[in-house]
Structures are given as structure tokens and as C-alpha cells.
């Protein structure tokens, strides 16, 4: 089992950066892809940012130039580096990981963690 942790979200101005932390425990190994997905009131869950084992990375086309993924292997921990933010960034941010190297199909899933930014 995989038990994923996510923090650092909270309320920010429009403009302003964040960081979210997810601390990864259980059967993990560095070739397991993970990023960040959010879901805004109303709408459907949508993939921020990705991280595969190569460490290349993939970014929703709102979040490019903003956001920035990075993972740290030795902590098991992945993280997002949001800045510029803006209203529309406002969701509940998951943290995910694939048991898959080669298909990023989420299998585990972290609580959650709202961000809210205001104008």
C-alpha cells in the first residue's frame, strides 16, 4: 500500500506563490511517475503537473511558465511551486502516483489540499 500526504496549501493573494508538499510512504520506488491534479467546485478533476521517471515533466497548458514540479527521491517527497498565481488556480490540489513506469494512470491518491486565491 501507498499512503500519500499532502500539504502547504492555504489562502493567497492573486500574484503570490505557494508551495505544495506531498510525503510519500509505503511501497514506492523512484520509477513510479507522480504528480498533481486539482478540481475546481463544479468542475472535473484535471492534471496540473507530471513528473516520470526520467524526470522529464508535463504541465497543464494554464499552469506553463507558473508552476513548477520537482520530486526528491531521498525524502520520497514531490513538489509544486506555484507562482503567479491567479483566481482560476482556486481547487482542492491532489497529490497522485502510478504503480506503472510507463502508464501515468493514477493509482494512489493524497487527501487533498485547498488552495484559494483571491483577487
Known amino acids: 500500500q501507498v499512503q500519500l500526504v499532502e500539504s502547504g496549501g492555504g489562502l493567497m493573494q492573486a500574484g503570490g506563490s505557494l508551495r505544495l508538499s506531498c510525503v510519500a510512504s509505503?511501497?514506492?520506488?523512484?520509477?513510479?511517475?507522480m504528480g498533481w491534479y486539482r478540481q475546481a467546485p463544479g468542475k472535473q478533476r484535471e492534471l496540473v503537473a507530471r513528473?516520470?521517471?526520467?524526470?522529464?515533466?508535463n504541465y497543464a497548458d494554464s499552469v506553463k511558465g507558473r508552476f513548477s514540479i520537482s520530486r526528491d527521491n531521498a525524502k520520497n517527497t514531490v513538489y509544486l511551486q506555484m507562482n503567479s498565481l491567479k483566481p482560476e488556480d482556486t481547487a482542492v490540489y491532489y497529490c497522485?502516483?502510478?504503480?506503472?513506469?510507463?502508464?501515468?494512470?493514477?493509482?494512489?491518491w493524497g487527501q487533498g489540499t485547498q488552495v484559494t486565491v483571491s483577487s
Open positions: 509505503g511501497r514506492i520506488y523512484s520509477i513510479n511517475p
Open positions: 497522485n502516483l502510478a504503480i506503472s513506469a510507463t502508464d501515468y494512470t493514477p493509482d494512489y
Open positions: 513528473i516520470v521517471p526520467s524526470g522529464s515533466t
